[in-house]
Nanobody
Framework: QVQLVESGGGLVQPGGSLRLSCAAS????????MGWYRQAPGKQRDLVAT???????NYEDSVKGRFTISRDNAKNTVYLQMNGLKPEDTAVYYC???????????WGQGTQVTVSS
C-alpha cells in the first residue's frame, strides 16, 4: 500500500508561482513512476507531468517551459514548480505513483490551485 499527501496549493494571481509537494509513504521502495495530474470542474483528469525514479520527465504541451517536475528519492517526495500561472491552470492537482511491483497506481487527496485576479 502507498499513501500520498499533497500540499502547497492556494490562490495566486495570473503570472504568479506556486510549488506543490507530494510525500509518499508505505511501500515506497516499489514506486518507480510519479506524476502530477489536474482536474477542473466538469472536466476529465489530465496528465500534467511525470518523472521516473531515474529522473526522466514528460510534460503536457501547455505547461512546457512554465512547470518543472522534480524528485527527491531519499525523501520519497515529488515536486511541481509552477511559474507563469494562468487562469486556465485552475484545477485540483493530484499526485500519482506507480511501479511494476505495485498492483495499481495510487492517488493523493488533491490540492486546490486557483489562479485569479
Amino acid at each position: 500500500q502507498v499513501q500520498l499527501v499533497e500540499s502547497g496549493g492556494g490562490l495566486v494571481q495570473p503570472g504568479g508561482s506556486l510549488r506543490l509537494s507530494c510525500a509518499a509513504s508505505g511501500s515506497v521502495f516499489r514506486i518507480n513512476d510519479m506524476g502530477w495530474y489536474r482536474q477542473a470542474p466538469g472536466k476529465q483528469r489530465d496528465l500534467v507531468a511525470t518523472i521516473t525514479r531515474g529522473g526522466r520527465t514528460n510534460y503536457e504541451d501547455s505547461v512546457k517551459g512554465r512547470f518543472t517536475i522534480s524528485r527527491d528519492n531519499a525523501k520519497n517526495t515529488v515536486y511541481l514548480q509552477m511559474n507563469g500561472l494562468k487562469p486556465e491552470d485552475t484545477a485540483v492537482y493530484y499526485c500519482n505513483a506507480g511501479g511494476a511491483l505495485l498492483p495499481r497506481t495510487y492517488w493523493g487527496q488533491g490540492t486546490q490551485v486557483t489562479v485569479s485576479s
